[in-house]
């Protein structure tokens, strides 16, 4: 029993890293249950016994990419520029298995494990937010929900941007040079986010 358990966790084990292989080399578009099966040298008939169809192989691999990202997050500080450079990183060193992370109509975007991952990747930049919000760098409150979707946002388009070349087109800037400018402006958004107003109003007698 043991024995067959290992085994079958091996097998599934193959699919994924065929699965990412070939999202590497074609792309997700490209993917299909038999070309996985060929590459991690089983039956047509396998991926079928661990994986109910393709988008659930594929929801398979985008979950340990969203586990991967999270792994990574929680390795660095909770500045909210380190988190932001490690999502930049992360993107731009995985974009094909980040493009798939990040589109539901190829995954079961309902998938309870799927959207736990999500969560937990989401809950590392939650927490560096709350820490930008917090004048001691210590909150007991979450980060607010607006200020963390739109540095979400903020730091996912300039990975995008950069992978692209928009974002060094749009700046005239050299090629290859995309990820320092992500990382810049994802700086410079931490330093206006953080940095208390100089020039308040002071009352009048």
């Known amino acids: 029993m043991t024995e067959q358990n290992s085994s079958a966790s091996d097998v599934r084990a193959g699919l994924l890293a065929?699965?990412?292989a070939e999202l590497i080399d074609r792309g997700h578009a490209a993917i299909s249950l038999r070309a996985v099966a060929r590459r991690a040298g089983v039956s047509h008939a396998a991926p079928k016994y661990y994986f109910a169809d393709r988008?659930?192989?594929l929801t398979a691999v985008a979950i340990q990419g969203f586990?991967?990202?999270t792994a990574a997050l929680a390795r660095v500080s909770s500045s909210l520029a380190a988190v932001g450079h490690?999502?930049?990183?992360?993107?731009?060193?995985?974009?094909?298995?980040?493009?798939?992370?990040?589109?539901?109509?190829?995954?079961?975007?309902?998938?309870p494990d799927l959207e736990k991952a999500q969560h937990a990747a989401i809950g590392m930049l939650n927490a560096a937010v709350a820490v930008a919000e917090s004048s001691q760098g210590d909150p007991s409150e979450p980060g607010s929900q607006a200020l963390t979707l739109i540095s979400w946002a903020l730091?996912?388009?300039?990975t995008v941007l950069a992978r692209d070349g928009a974002l060094q087109s749009a700046t005239n800037s050299a090629p290859g040079t995309g990820a320092d400018l992500a990382r810049g402006l994802a700086d410079a958004f931490t330093e206006r986010i953080t940095t208390q107003p100089t020039n308040q109003a002071t009352p009048t007698s």
């Open 18 to 20: 065929a699965a990412r």
């Open 55 to 57: 988008a659930a192989l």
């Open 67 to 69: 586990t991967e990202l």
């Open 86 to 111: 490690t999502y930049i990183d992360f993107g731009l060193n995985n974009p094909a298995l980040f493009d798939l992370m990040f589109r539901p109509s190829e995954l079961h975007p309902t998938d």
């Open 155 to 158: 730091a996912h388009g300039l």
